[in-house]
């Protein structure tokens, strides 16, 4: 029945190994397993502490007060949305943790970008917090334009969110950063691997955000 909504919807099946039993497990061929395990260490909610954490510290006068913004930051741009897609699964109002059917995709698009609107005007009470300002910024603006996307078509949160915080790290360390876009073609090849996505889908989330923040960048003066 859901493999079938998810087709009406031109989405892309959930793969079988969703919920599997013990047996599944034991038979799941390996790049399946390596996939899972990429798409989880790499998924927007595990990018961003260490993210957040190095904007936070670039060139910060003071690592207590940077530390502190970094963690108003997380709670606006991760902790907060993360706990609302939690409950949503728990009442049932979303199949899983990734919101893998696209039309449950609006209300925690919506949530993100209040939270993260909401998040930039606590942080504007702070001192010497551009970095982090110009992240709540991105998440605004990519996630209206995700969401806008979303409408018609499953482009890649994944691809996306990683290629837009490397994308930054770059901005900000220069060539000891470009290593990690590595990171993203393993995003991406997991989420086609695992059905998730199609190639397009990935390809189109990474561009995009690239895009989108190399040209947010030079606006705020990176």
Known sequence: MSDQLALNEGEQTLPPDLTPDLTE????????TLARFVST??????????????????????????????LVTLFFLSIG???????????GKFTDFDVSLRSQRAGPFLFSILSALLGLGVLMSFRDVKNLETVLLLTVISGLM????????????????????????????????????LLVAAVCWSRIVLRRHTLGQVIAGTLLSITLTSAILAIRGF
């Open 25 to 32: 497990v034991s038979a799941r061929p390996f790049h399946i």
């Open 41 to 70: 260490i790499l998924s927007p909610v595990a990018v961003s502490l260490p993210f957040v954490i190095l904007v936070a510290l670039y060139r910060a006068h003071n690592a207590g007060h940077a530390l502190l913004a970094a």
């Open 81 to 91: 949305p993360t706990i609302y897609i939690l409950i949503g699964v728990w009442r």
């Open 146 to 181: 995700m969401m806008l996307i979303t409408f018609w078509w499953k482009i890649s949160i994944h691809a996306s969110t990683l290629a837009g915080a490397m994308t930054v790290l770059t901005a900000l360390y220069g060539d000891l950063a470009l290593s990690g876009f």
